[in-house]
């Protein structure tokens, strides 16, 4: 985890989480590409990869290994998770939960927007992301 996913976990995440299940962040001896966050939910389990970026950046990169891991997931029918904090300088941060479609195929932070399940302004509403990653989209 880059020093950005590490602070939006302790700053965002960590306490925060506990509100809707038991979460973990995941040390990665556990295997090339394993996600940032493991949590329970309901006695469902959950993986959350965590992404930093700013505007400036314009990108939400994904390496090889974690591709892999998303695609390998969605071949067995599993729905991963990409929680991704953009921040910016004259505004609040945003927060895109990507689960449904994560574009492994780009970097491009407008396409990552455009596909995002939903997106926060401010803050991450915990019941919301409850439900998408027990129930996925309601779109």
Same mark, same amino acid.
């Given at each position: ?58 990108? =939400? ?6 591709k892999?891991?998303? *695609?390998?997931?969605?071949? #067995? %029918?599993? !729905? ?24 492994v ?5 407008e ?7 939903? =997106? ?9 992301? *409850?439900?998408?990653?027990? #129930? %996925?989209? !309601?779109?």
């Open positions: 985890m880059n020093k950005g996913e590490q602070k939006f976990w302790r700053n965002d995440l960590q306490e925060q989480l506990k509100q809707i299940g038991a979460a973990s962040r995941v040390e990665n001896g556990a295997g090339i590409g394993t996600p940032d966050v493991h949590i329970i939910i309901n006695g469902q389990c959950h993986w959350i990869e965590l992404k930093y970026t700013t505007i400036d950046e314009g990108k =939400v990169t994904l390496r090889p290994s974690q892999m891991w998303q *695609k390998l997931c969605r071949n #067995h %029918g599993y !729905q991963t998770a990409v929680l991704t904090r953009v921040d910016c300088s004259t505004r609040p941060a945003q927060y895109m939960l990507n689960r449904s479609e994560v574009p195929y780009t970097d491009k932070l396409v990552w927007a455009w596909s995002a399940d939903v =997106v926060w302004n401010k803050n991450i509403d915990m019941f919301e992301l *409850k439900e998408y990653l027990l #129930h %996925g989209a !309601q779109k």
